[in-house]
């Protein structure tokens, strides 16, 4: 057998060119104790912490492969909750940038996250219709609220009761109580999706947006307030027709059950026409922000309940002059009243232009009355304002503007410098010139709608072909425009730079393909005699259809051109003499290139699918289904015949051909690929997407061996199918509106098996032990030992059922529920058995209730009726109890204990506190009388 062909894996290094991604929304986080400076935007898969004032990176929290879709910062400050594509949550330490909670429970894209006001449950909202509250301190999930039939696209704890609500595109607002969790009210008064919430005026108003200019405002009456709390009101009965004064309470079927009431109260006109894509309103509910798909952000000051009595009694004030002058006129009095009006709450600040569309929104209110507003452009771009609440001109100031690291549109070209430092990436507004060691961007220049580039050699200048057909020449010195040539009539699609580097090629929608030579020329307006940098046309090639794409060979005999109709013709270079056709796509070739010996060119197309052909008779070598969409970019790696294809299913492949076999699959891109380009070394490879993105892969030393890699890709698919199967029911239970907050995943799955494995391993030592017991008996003597497990001597000779409580600690509180529920009933006994004996030693007593009553909870029938069970069912009654008893005594003692610590340790601060003052009033004094001594001893 002969040695297989050696390849070196690829891996993803570098993720740069975006700003901030469009999926996530932007918020204010603080760090190192300083607020209103710093921002977390999505990054595709990352999170990047933005210092605005100096417009740099901070931090970057990674992620693994699945989008940001939405973030969310405690209360506190130290912990950032991030949602993802595929439904997980990971919670981030600010300190750090280290993850170590990751909650699993949607089964599509989180939408939606908002903490409680001590930061201890997070609720989530996704695209699967359910409502999550998770335990961040437990690192569980609590409950599932199910009721909405669309996407959540907003949810908001109460801050003073146990109450929730939750808005969708259903076009319904819940209320749900968290004490019962169930939806005691739901709000219909909307007649399409509702878009955001916000809870102002001491949670007595709620502001909906939906899809029209008005934001809708309700009044929230809490109606357990109203009720008298000396007795309680009699039970009527139903026949009994008395006191029916016919009040929406007393009507009402289930008067207990009505914890509040929500009316409608009026509207806020907005200046937008169209929906509203975010409403946001300040930790203090002072400020309310919301806007549209267009480029306006509107802030509404919500008045305290002082401010809106002042201005009523100068409402009166008015009114009641008013009403005495009109009075003396017609000799009559009348009665003066004021109504209290939405208008009288609600005081419109000021509206804020961007200078593109807005994506998203935060803001937050300094104690001084000032606001400072980040806003998410969707164009690649972060701005920041601010603006004052307590001046009469509430202007707004724009503080900063985040844009260098990115560019504003997709990047249509990229190219390599020669010395593989240097990458240049073009889009319809500027080009930019990046540092591939530093990836920082070292030259931006503004340009026509560029698709097509090179580096001219000696890597001092740049040629960027544009969609209006010109040629514009830059100087990377200086950052200027040298020239613009109008090269074609149409696009110019494609350009080659010829291998003798002396000219290049150009192919355009004119159906022309030009050949240009580079050449110095004397300055214009210059009086010495300095030269720049120009191109001078020689030749054109007239073809039929539309060029798409051009390519030298390297030995410079023959051309490349990749025409409209689905061919590729073959031209000699010299005479421009036709040579080969070649035909078989069944859509036009988009990309090409030839390898470095001149003998294969590969090609992709629109088709899908990549065709390798031989230059020396014009074969088609084999044909390869690449891409699940079009093939858009298409290059040989330097000095072998691996090349690489972009497509726009998102992903980037590398492929032989010579044996013609895809060697690789780099995913990372999350929108269509838009190009590539290698570098001339062949050690990078650069990509450019639709999701704003630049990606740079390395080739490592790291063998890759196809066998290995396929193996691996068919255990990630069986492992991806395992993790979506139907979720397990449990027994007696119906589908009501809350339910389990976990889901199945491969991880609840491998802990269910090691759950199972350890119980075994239990099993069969115990059996030893029994059965050595009954040989010594037999025997009369002690027997020497059995040979004790590996497993047991590796965590360091610890007992079976040790083992088993190890298990059981290392799987993740946010996995334990889902395990335990895949668990079948065989290992139960077992396990019941197991909790008892550790519950009566004391050992980890919390974690084993939590197993225990979950155990009980879904297998409640099948334990009651086994006789065997009982002894043990009443044995962990009875010890359960007692040890629980401990546990809140002992947590009870420490708790007054630490507060009697911290009495103590207030009260020594206030008698230091005083004895400073006191220390600092004697200084005073001396001083002064030295003064007054200096003073009399002048005069």
Not at 334 to 340: D, I, K, P, S, Y
Not at 407 to 434: G, Q
Request: aromatic share 8%; hydrophobic share 35%.
């Amino acid at each position: 057998m002969g040695l297989t062909k050696q390849y070196l894996r690829y891996c993803a290094t570098a993720l740069f060119g975006v700003i901030a991604s469009q999926k996530a929304n932007i918020v204010f986080v603080t760090l190192r104790g300083d607020k209103g400076r710093y921002v977390a935007v999505a990054a595709c898969e990352h999170v990047i912490i933005w210092d605005i004032r100096k417009g740099e990176k901070v931090l970057i929290l990674k992620g693994l492969k699945q989008e940001v879709t939405c973030l969310c910062p405690s209360p506190n400050g130290y912990h950032l909750a991030v949602g993802y594509e595929d439904g997980s949550i990971r919670i981030f330490t600010l300190l750090n940038g280290e993850s170590n909670i990751t909650f699993n429970g949607h089964k599509a894209a989180v939408t939606v996250m908002h903490y409680d006001k001590l930061g201890a449950r997070l609720a989530s909202g996704s695209k699967d219709t359910d409502v999550i509250i998770w335990d961040v301190v437990n690192e569980s999930g609590l409950y599932r609220l199910k009721g909405h039939k669309d996407a959540i696209t907003d949810v908001m704890f109460l801050q003073k009761k146990n109450l929730f609500i939750s808005s969708s595109k259903d076009t319904l607002v819940k209320w749900w109580d968290l004490d019962t969790q169930h939806c005691f009210s739901t709000v219909v008064g909307h007649r399409s999706e509702v878009w955001g919430l916000a809870l102002v005026s001491d949670e007595t108003r709620l502001i909906t947006g939906s899809v029209d200019s008005e934001l809708r405002a309700w009044k929230v009456t809490y109606l357990e307030e109203k009720r008298g709390t000396e007795e309680p009101e009699p039970k009527r009965n139903k026949g009994s027709l008395n006191g029916m004064e016919g009040t929406e309470e007393q009507l009402d079927e289930n008067p207990e059950d009505r914890i509040l009431c929500c009316k409608k109260m009026g509207s806020i006109m907005r200046d937008g026409r169209d929906r509203v894509v975010s409403l946001v309103s300040d930790r203090s509910n002072q400020i309310v922000g919301c806007h549209g798909t267009d480029c306006l952000l509107e802030l509404f000051y919500i008045l305290s309940e002082d401010e809106v009595s002042k201005k009523m009694e100068r409402k009166l004030k008015k009114m009641k002059k008013k009403a005495r002058q009109q009075s003396q006129l017609n000799n009559e009095e009348e009665a003066v009243t004021v109504e209290r009006t939405l208008q009288d709450e609600v005081r419109r600040i000021t509206n804020i232009k961007a200078s593109s569309k807005i994506r998203s929104f935060d803001l937050i209110v300094f104690p001084n009355g000032e606001v400072k507003v980040a806003l998410l452009l969707q164009n690649n771009t972060i701005e920041s304002y601010t603006l004052s609440t307590t001046m009469p001109s509430s202007d707004c100031t724009k503080t900063a503007r985040i844009t260098i690291g990115g560019h504003r549109n997709d990047v249509r070209t990229l190219a390599f410098s020669s010395d593989n430092i240097a990458i240049l990436s073009a889009s319809s507004e500027t080009v930019k010139i990046w540092n591939r060691a530093t990836l920082q961007c070292i030259r931006t220049m503004p340009c026509d709608y560029a698709l097509s580039s090179l580096f001219v050699p000696g890597d001092r200048q740049v040629i960027v072909g544009t969609k209006s057909g010109k040629l514009q020449l830059f100087d990377l010195a200086t950052g200027g425009l040298l020239e613009a040539v109008a090269a074609h009539d149409g696009a110019v699609w494609s350009m080659s730079l010829s291998p003798d580097q002396r000219g290049f090629v150009t192919g355009g929608a004119d159906k022309t393909v030009k050949f240009w030579e580079f050449e110095l020329v004397k300055e214009e307006d210059s009086s010495q005699t300095s030269r720049r940098l120009s191109v001078n046309h020689t030749r054109t090639l007239q073809l039929d259809e539309d060029v798409l794409c051009v390519r030298y060979s390297p030995n410079q005999k023959l051309l490349a051109v990749s025409l409209l109709d689905c061919t590729v013709k073959i031209f000699y270079t010299d005479s421009l003499k036709f040579f080969l056709s070649l035909y078989g796509h069944k859509l036009p070739v988009l990309c090409m290139d030839i390898s470095y010996d001149s003998i294969l060119i590969a090609t992709g197309s629109a088709d899908r699918n990549v065709k390798i052909w031989g230059l020396d008779f014009g074969d088609c070598h084999r044909s390869l289904f690449a891409h699940d969409d079009s093939v858009m970019s298409l290059q040989f790696v330097p000095k072998s015949h691996l090349f690489f294809t972009a497509g726009k299913d998102c992903k980037v492949k590398q492929w032989d051909a010579d044996k013609f076999e895809h060697v690789l699959t780099l995913e990372g891109h999350h929108r269509e690929v838009w190009c590539l380009a290698v570098s001339p070394n062949g050690d990078h490879v650069v990509s450019s997407s639709h999701d704003k993105s630049l990606r740079l892969w390395e080739r490592t030393r790291e063998p890759l061996i196809l066998e290995e890699e396929r193996e691996m890709q068919r255990e990630t698919e069986f492992e991806e199918s395992l993790g979506k199967g139907d979720e397990p029911v449990v027994p007696g239970e119906s589908q009501g509106e809350t339910g389990l907050a976990g889901k199945k995943t491969i991880e609840t799955v491998k802990a269910a098996e090691r759950i199972m494995e350890a119980v075994e391993l239990y099993r069969d030592e115990t059996k030893k032990l029994e059965e050595h017991k009954a040989a010594c008996e037999m025997a009369g003597k002690e027997i020497p030992l059995p040979s004790v497990n590996p497993i047991l001597l590796a965590y360091g000779n610890i007992s079976p059922s040790q083992y088993v409580l190890q298990t059981f600690k290392k799987i993740k509180s946010s996995e334990l529920e889902e395990s335990l529920l895949v668990l079948p009933f065989s290992y139960v006994p077992d396990l019941l058995t197991l909790f008892n004996d550790y519950i009566q030693l004391g050992q980890s007593v919390e974690l084993i209730c939590r197993c225990l009553f979950f155990l009980l909870r879904i297998h409640f029938g099948q334990i009651t009726s086994s006789q065997m069970l009982l002894t043990v069912i009443d044995s962990l009654r009875r010890n359960t109890l007692g040890k629980v008893s401990e546990i809140r005594d002992q947590l009870g003692f420490n708790l007054a204990g630490l507060q009697f610590l911290r009495r103590e340790i207030e009260a020594k601060e206030d008698v230091t506190f005083f004895a400073d003052a006191t220390n600092l009033f004697e200084e005073k004094k001396k001083k002064k009388k030295k003064k007054e001594r200096a003073i009399l001893a002048f005069s």
